[in-house]
């Protein structure tokens, strides 16, 4: 009989660890709405765009602030999202802030597997679904390409990398293509021979450093000047 009331004080104790567990992750902001919550409270005036991302996004606007505040544009990146996290968040920190335009630098953690596996076609499936919520709402879409990358440094075990990423870049281009978008092809002008970011553009082959920026930023100008031609 001890042994019965220890076995089932056993299992009552796991079954509990797994509930207060369970609750836990039930408590998280999975898609981090509360990340920009204040900042976006504090909008008065319409921006001219707002660049929705990840941590490429979020270094950009930590590395040259100036340049969105000189150019009315408000960085939305959190590190580590994929496109699924930020369709959630769309509304939020896009829509409700009623931009000229959204620009969608969008998709490299997804074939990170940062949040499990998904296909390309469902990457792209979320940036087609966020360029639908801003033009309904009157937001021009500007897409980007996905930057170059050889190998996530945190996945090292996921191959072809650089072919995944000029898959999807080849479907955001012939989207935008077809709805008349710009398209931003950083990845055309950053890449290196393996189809990579070069140390020079960014140590860890992921995250640009400021000079790379800078080269990005001069090449967004140039593309949010043709937005409404």
């Known amino acids: 009989m001890n ?3 220890s076995a089932f004080a056993a299992v009552f104790a796991v079954l509990s660890l797994s509930l207060l567990s369970a609750g836990a992750q039930n ?3 999975w898609a981090r709405f509360g990340k920009y919550e204040n900042d976006n409270a504090q909008v008065t005036a319409k921006p001219k765009a707002v660049i929705m991302g990840d941590s490429i996004t979020e ?3 930590k590395k040259d602030p ?3 505040t000189a150019n009315n544009i408000l960085g939305r990146g959190i590190s580590g999202q994929v496109t699924s996290q930020m369709l959630v968040r769309f509304r939020k920190d896009v829509l409700d802030l009623e931009p000229e335009c959204v620009v969608i630098l969008a998709g490299t ?3 990170a597997r940062n949040n499990g596996f998904i296909t390309l076609e469902n990457i792209f499936g979320n940036i087609v679904s966020m360029c639908e919520l801003a033009e309904f709402h009157g937001i021009t879409p500007v897409l980007c390409s996905v930057l170059p990358a050889a190998r996530y440094g945190w996945r090292p075990e996921i191959e072809g990398v650089a072919a995944e990423v000029m898959s999807l870049n080849g479907m955001l281009e012939g989207y935008a293509r077809d709805k008349g978008y ?3 092809d950083f990845h055309s002008v950053l890449k290196d021979e393996n189809g990579g970011l070069p140390q020079n553009h960014a140590a860890d082959g992921i995250h640009p450093g400021l000079d790379c920026y800078k080269i990005m ?3 967004l100008l140039d593309s949010l000047k ?3 031609k």
Do not use: P, R, S, T
């Open 3 to 5: 042994i019965l009331k």
């Open 59 to 61: 270094g950009w606007a």
């Open 226 to 228: 043709q937005v409404g």
């Open 27 to 29: 408590d998280k902001d």
């Open 217 to 219: 930023e001069g090449m």
């Open 109 to 111: 953690n997804d074939i």
């Open 182 to 184: 710009v398209y931003v």
């Open 66 to 68: 100036d340049f969105f």
